[in-house]
């Protein structure tokens, strides 16, 4: 079964090299995967209205949502949505219209809301919440609604956000050999 992948005007989704898309998520527009990504089932990233790009070995996982915001409505451009590389997305998280650094892991079930910036080397706690224009620094955990830091991430948090990503990279391989 092929993935879902459709247009949306003259926009229709990039893809680049091993790549893995479950066909029961939607990949809409002008969306931009870099090398190795995973798209697990019942995402939906929406590149409707402003454009997505998602960075090398980042992993959207099971029911996560990604959308962006129109132009003329929060500022001339709107606000597009971009991810960097070996960032972990987890199952049921919704990002909108904001940027994530490199090596960041999105916990379950957290929001991320517009023209919020979260630096490189960054985890969110399951269940955070980030409200519109705020900006997360680079080393930390955050947790809660609104999320603030708690404390600074120990070495082996560093290490883990990288295994993370391998770890899916890893793991889509073995959905594309086995062809499912």
Known sequence: MPPTLRSYKDSYPVIGNSVYIDPFSSIIGSVELADDVSVWPMCVIRGDVNH??????????????LHVA???????????LEI?????????????ACQIGDRVLIGMGAIVLDNVRIESDVILAAGALVPPNKKLQSGYLYVGSPAKPTRKLTEEEFAFLKRSAAHYVKLKNDYIEADF
């Open 70 to 80: 129109r132009k003329g409505e929060a500022s001339i451009d709107g606000y597009s």
């Open 84 to 96: 960097g590389e070996d960032v972990t997305v987890g199952h049921k998280a919704l990002l909108h």
């Open 52 to 65: 997505i790009k998602i960075g090398k070995r980042t992993n959207i996982q099971d029911g996560a949502v």
